[in-house]
């Protein structure tokens, strides 16, 4: 799996747009990046993932540049309760099946 | 809810005893994923099982073993607990093996051990 690089932490004001950046300048053609959060010790949950195309859910954007050597996750209108850690995870299909979760980019969403 | 049960949620014990942690997956998932993290520290995969077989160790001590059973629910065991052993324990379930779904974990809230 290809290594992700993030800023280790961010802060964000409440109601604003949160723009997160991962790097993942080996990534290959058929891996894919995922994002994760966990509030604070709470379970890690899942956000989004996408291939090359930009993708959107209900709780973020996914913007990967034509290249692929990079992605942004965006949540739109950050809220106190969007305070946690996010991961980017590169990852296949095949291969391992664990999830490799780094240290993530603590984000912080100020009132 | 992410439709992952795990339990206790919390367990306090001492030194040297051992503890079981239960997790049952979501509804149609195979897989179950156990992770450990220690305070301030990332998470560790420590193994997977998939539909009752051992697929994939980690980071998992000797101490500590898991199993699946036929109804696809998973116990974790920790024994001769260390006080290095106190963390929060998550499991996961995903979808099919071989295909993106495996990929998209879902988490239970966690046990948190404590050894005193």
């Known amino acids: 799996d290809a290594k992700t690089t993030q800023p280790p932490s961010m802060d964000c004001a409440e109601g604003r747009a949160a723009n997160l950046p991962c790097n993942h300048s080996t990534i290959s053609g058929n891996e894919y990046v995922y994002w994760y959060r966990q509030i604070h010790s709470q379970g890690p949950q899942y956000i989004i993932h996408?291939?090359?195309n930009n993708e959107t859910n209900e709780m973020a954007s996914l913007i990967i540049t034509e290249d692929r050597k990079s992605s942004t996750l965006i949540l739109p209108h950050a809220t106190l309760r969007d305070t946690a850690v996010y991961y980017c995870?590169?990852?296949?299909?095949?291969?391992?099946?664990?999830?490799?979760f780094g240290t993530g980019t603590r984000l912080t969403v100020i009132p | 809810d992410s439709g992952v049960t795990q339990t206790p949620k919390h367990l306090i014990t001492a030194t040297g005893q051992r503890v079981t942690l239960r997790c049952s997956p979501r509804?149609?998932?195979?897989?179950v994923y156990w992770y450990q993290q220690s305070l301030d520290q990332g998470l560790q995969f420590l193994i997977h099982?998939?539909?009752?077989?051992?697929?994939a160790k980690g980071n998992i001590l000797e101490r500590f073993s898991a199993q699946q059973f036929p109804d696809l629910h998973s116990e974790l065991n920790l024994s001769s607990l260390e006080l290095g052993d106190s963390a929060l324990y998550f499991c996961?379930?995903?979808?099919?093996?071989?295909?993106?779904?495996?990929?998209?974990?879902?988490f239970g809230a966690g046990t948190r051990l404590s050894v005193l």
């Open positions: 996961a379930s995903s979808g099919p093996l071989g295909t993106l779904a495996k990929n998209i974990q879902y």
């Open positions: 996408g291939l090359k």
């Open positions: 509804s149609g998932d195979l897989s």
């Open positions: 995870i590169v990852r296949v299909a095949a291969g391992a099946n664990n999830l490799f």
């Open positions: 099982y998939y539909n009752g077989e051992e697929r």
